[in-house]
């Protein structure tokens, strides 16, 4: 009995990345390459107001108040969320297009070759 070759699973992408979009990606993913900041990401994405204040977020870890303002400034100069000062306070959101990005590197973009 001889097996085929059956693909599973579709392509990860359409086609290579160029360079200058690679380097862009790249520092995307620097960006949420520390649990902190990965942490930090996905507690200002799932905030109920669709943005947190920074005393919501620096509660959840055993970090510095200066620690912490290092990790947002990462993920805010890599574009992936914004804020704003009122008052005492800087609440902060996720830039949506930024994240989809990481998203769609890691979605498959193709359908799954058919079974032969």
């Known amino acids: ?11 990860i992408a359409k086609q290579p990345l160029e360079e200058s979009e690679a380097v862009e990606l790249a520092a995307l993913l620097k960006a949420v390459a520390d649990p902190a900041r990965l942490r930090l990401l996905s507690m200002i994405g799932s905030h109920p107001d669709g943005e947190a204040c920074v005393c919501d977020l620096t509660g959840a870890f055993d970090l510095s108040a200066p620690t912490i303002s290092h990790h947002l400034k990462t993920l805010r ?4 969320i914004d804020g704003e000062r009122r008052g005492t306070w800087v609440y902060y959101w996720i830039v949506p297009a ?4 990481l998203g769609e590197l ?6 799954p070759a058919a079974n032969a």
């Open 1 to 11: 009995m001889t097996v085929s070759p059956v693909a599973c699973c579709a392509p």
């Open 98 to 101: 930024q994240v989809a990005r």
């Open 106 to 111: 890691f979605s498959p973009l193709a359908e």
């Open 77 to 80: 100069n890599a574009g992936l």
